[in-house]
């Protein structure tokens, strides 16, 4: 199995850099100057390209500032999307990379998966100017989070099927030194005190030079037990534990450490020209699993006529913070990231370009014991009750390449308006998954019909599977976007993405018996690909606007490894599964309608093309091959809203809701094998059958005190409520089929802050009433299903300081 073991982070320091995005806030401006002081910061972003209030970009796009971030206790994308009403993904532990959907765009089962290839995201996720593989990436000394709602695929491209999340970081300061610290200390209900603490360094070298420096380190005690055995099994009988042979009980191994780092070097060559090298750095270390593990149904229900259980609420094997697992899990990512960026202000136009080379692995463990009966169980003496061993699996995923983007952005005064630029990607990426039996070969090798022989099988003593896919992807892409002020109130914008692509895909599986092995390669290709987007926007008064968006997002296709199969040949749209894309529509006005009241609001339907959906193999009518397949077309619809009022100089409330519904929209049949073949394993999605994945409501809402002190000080608090309404569990390929559904729940958190000049201590407080609502699962079959709730009550307590 994988060492056990932690990684620290090693901070390199190298040169060159430039700039990008600035961020302002301005007060509203209105007849009372205290209200316009205190009135709803508007916050500038560059979702679209170039700097702009946010409240007047038409489209939904919303802004967390550094501040707000902290105050919200939000410090990586997982805390983000859950504040978010119009994004949602599983609540699970740190070492899951969840799916993520958007708008109700979501095929993926809301569960707890070990497998990267079975993620199904639907956001893309970008740091500056270069999109992030995965979510895992904690957020720290940043100006601002943007999320843009809706596709993005002129912009943005790849991968922003349904809208686009960018962290914007600090960058260097020339005229000043400056100093951070910040420090939380916090415990959940049943674990230990927690600390998450970062610094940072702006230091001035000159006129013309700053050097940048953020460093931080979160240690996150856990308050999950782990138990070996199942309740089953008598005491000192049982498996061995992992990775000590003789602990059986893990107190609290639901933990995490993280160390992250990133270097800025600004040098600012003239007025017009800057340049900025940065590298960022990332350590991981998750370990375990929250939940709890319940009973099997079929012990659940032993003396029980008409017993009603479902594997979701059968009682819990030992309370309800013990999973079941005889071998560590855990996670082991590691992101390093060289970025150099250009901004040129050549009169006419600002030159922005970034180039960045990266790599971002994911090595980690975990049990497959459930899975390893299902799969080896039929063998005499690999069954989990013969006592002589039992499966877990490894992974290591693997992302690295290099991309490139240029753009020119107008800056003539006029009614044109203009965005040109070009993008390169170089990437490589590898999905590795292997099953381990430690006794595989001596117990297999005794049964005399099974006919093993690991000479002939391959593969590493113990292995009983093994998977590699592989992908080598280019693409080259040109954009733009033009935009026409047919009045001093009306505008409109057209923009166009235009693309080429080669994707050179394998597929490697190998088992101990060979039923399943494949060895495939397989190249895909794309050329004069398009992209569209209109926009037209009507300020109906300075502060109020409405639009009407059309835009498009896509995803890039893939292959599988599926194989013949007793002389039946796969059918080749089973084989290869091309790109899905996204057509939205989206009308909204927002704007402030009052002083101090400001309101967001839009409808939208998105038409989901070719989507992609998990799809599987079965080889002589047993081993199971995991695969993707465009499915039917399907239909997302839904409205949002989000409102900020100040009821006083000092008390704004504010409040979010989104709903949202998707379903099949066509009848579809897919076959792994070619139509002329008997029993060509084929699957239906029926029209009107529900996505699943999202809620069909959800409610923020927040009171929020700020007041002056006499003495200096300033004094703040809030209290926060959330409601997520029920989630089904998975698509529902029949109309008519059941599904399981999440219970809806709500939940308040609290704040409580004071501070004075460059410092401040606040109080906080998340799920106040300990709800313990169940939000996601992981399937463990014969040893029950692991039930995952929200994060029991926390309470923290932070502390910051600045100098400059």
Known sequence: MLPFKKRE????????????????????????????????????VTGTGRPKMASEIPMNITAMTEAELRENNIGNLKDLIADSVEIHAPDNSARFADSVSVRGLNVAGVNANNLQQFIRTTMAYYLDATPLPNINYRIKDVARVEQL???QGTLYGAGSLGGTIRYITNEPVLEEFQFDFNTNFYQTKGGGISNDTDVVFNIPMGERFAARLSLARLDEKGFTDRQVNPSWIAPGEGFPGNPNPDQTLYKRDDWQEVTGGRLTLLWQVSDDLRLKYSRTQQDQLANGTRG?????????C?????????????????????????FAEFADRDLKMDSIDLDWDLGFATLSSSTANYRDSSVGQADYAGAGNSFYGWVPGLALADGNDSAYMTFDNSYRGISHESRLTSNIEGPWSWIVGVYHTNQRRNYKFSEW??????????????????????????????EDLGSKYKETAFFGEVGYDITEKWNVTVGARVFNYTDIGSGFIRDYLGPTDSDRDFKGSGSGESFFKFNTAYFFSDEILGYFTYSQGYRRGGTNSFREDNGRPVAEDAQFYEPDSTDNFELGVKGFIADGFFVQANVYQIQWNNVQTYFSQTIEDFFPVNGTTNGPDAKTRGAELSMRYYLTDNLMLTYSTATTKGTWDETVTKCVYEESVANNECRTWMKGGSLGGNPKWRHNFGLRYTADLDN???????????????????????PDAATFEYPSFTTFSANLGLGKDNWDVRLWATNLTNSDAIVS??????LGRRTIALTPRTIGLSFSYSYF
């Open 9 to 44: 982070l090693s901070v390199w320091i190298s040169a060159m850099l430039v700039s990008g995005a600035v961020i302002a806030t301005e007060a509203e401006q209105g007849e009372d100057e205290q209200k316009k002081a205190q009135s709803i910061e508007r916050i500038t």
């Open 777 to 782: 699962n992981q399937n463990s079959g014969i």
């Open 712 to 734: 200096g000080m300033s004094l703040w608090g809030s209290v926060n409520g959330r409601y997520v309404g029920k989630v089904q569990n998975d698509r529902q390929d029949n």
């Open 149 to 151: 709602i809706g596709p």
């Open 292 to 300: 709890a593990s319940r009973l099997p149904v079929n012990r659940a």
């Open 302 to 326: 032993e003396g029980i006529e008409d017993c009603t259980f479902t594997s979701f609420d059968t009682p819990f094997q030992y309370n309800d913070r013990t999973v079941v697992s005889r």
């Open 437 to 466: 039996f430690e006794r595989l070969d001596e117990i297999a090798s005794q049964v005399s019909w099974l006919g093993f022989d690991r000479a002939t099988a391959g593969g590493n003593v113990g292995e009983g599977y093994r």
